[in-house]
């Protein structure tokens, strides 16, 4: 057990997930679910990746209509998985306040059923690990 959570692997892993901000203070961390849905592993794991539903899905809070522009964002493949890093998005009410700004995401996809983002906005950042 680290940082209140157990991490598992179902087999020997092939590298050490990263968290290596997690100590940081700077960093807000939110834990996120667990949320009971109706669909597979990965079909979750691509749902979270695809920022490109926010505007007609998520409506006047990760998106609108009005802006439903991505900017183009860096992938890359790494040793220890997947990472898209700046990708910038608009969302109207970014921190529940009604205040909205264009926001950076960093998408990392570890193992096959594990995702990690980082939000940042305004300079400050918050992490979630699925």
């Known amino acids: 057990m680290q940082y209140g959570l157990i991490w598992v ?9 990263r ?10 961390k939110m834990l996120c679910g667990p949320y009971l849905v109706n ?19 998520h409506e006047h809070i990760l998106g609108t209509r009005e802006r439903p522009e991505i900017d183009d964002y860096e992938a ?25 700004a264009v926001v950076a995401y960093t998408y990392r996809v570890p193992r096959p059923l594990a995702a990690y983002l ?10 979630c690990c699925c």
């Open 118 to 127: 980082a939000k940042e906005s305004d300079g400050r950042a918050s992490r």
């Open 9 to 17: 692997t179902l087999g020997i892993p092939r590298s050490t997930f």
């Open 39 to 57: 669909a597979s592993g990965p079909r979750i794991v691509e749902n979270f990746l695809d920022v490109g539903h926010f505007p007609f899905v």
């Open 76 to 100: 890359e493949i790494l040793p220890d998985g997947v990472e898209a890093r700046s990708v910038r998005v608009y969302q109207p009410d970014r921190t529940a306040t009604g205040v909205g």
């Open 19 to 28: 968290r290596s901000r997690v100590d940081e203070p700077s960093y807000r």
